[in-house]
């Protein structure tokens, strides 16, 4: 399974190689080369830091709604289970990062996909969720999802679908 992961992690990543034409995550390198300036690559920096930290505070917001106790631990979200939190609690608080991320990269695509900021919002986005089960075989979000009663793959293949359809959309976006 982690094989075919990573084959479609690389396709999509380096997808448009073709002639003069290379894409890096829905990023047309050359043009950006060409065209960017200083601030667009800050913008794209921007970007990606935030697709981070909307992951992790959409478990803190989760984890706050459902009153889950959760601490951090590098870039980990530890959940304290002192106050008897329920498996549904559980699972909501550990969707809870990916549906805020995904969320918000959709608002984001839809109102100013050919941002720079968009473009590395969405890189990111796309890049951890396919990664996610290779960087998390034993732990994460999903084996929590899992573990606590839901159906992690089923979540696992629709946030996937869901990153997609916002990779997508940047693609679209620029040729309308």
Same mark, same amino acid.
Request: without cysteine; glycine residues 8%.
């Given at each position: 399974m982690h094989k075919i992961l990573l084959l479609i992690l690389v396709t999509v990543? &380096?997808?448009?190689c073709a002639g003069m034409k290379f894409n890096v995550c829905g990023i047309d390198i050359k043009e950006m080369r060409d065209t960017a300036r200083a601030g667009d690559y800050g913008e794209l920096a921007l970007g990606i830091g935030a697709s981070f930290g909307t992951h992790v505070v959409g478990h803190y917001l989760a984890a706050e709604v459902f009153n889950v106790e959760i601490e951090q631990e590098g870039l980990n +979200?530890?959940?304290?289970y002192s106050n008897g939190p329920s498996e549904g609690d559980v699972q909501w608080m550990a969707r809870g990062g990916f549906v805020l991320q995904l969320a918000v990269n959709t608002a984001l695509v839809e109102l100013w996909g050919d941002s720079y900021f968009t473009k590395g919002y969405t890189a990111f986005t796309s890049v951890e969720l396919l990664t996610y089960s290779l960087r998390h075989p034993d732990d994460g979000d999903f084996n929590l999802i899992d573990e606590s009663g839901g159906n992690g793959s089923? +979540?696992? &293949?629709l946030y996937s679908s869901w990153a997609a359809y916002n990779f997508c959309r940047i693609s679209i976006s620029k040729e309308e």
């Open positions: 990543l &380096f997808s448009g +979200e530890v959940i304290d089923l +979540e696992y &293949f």
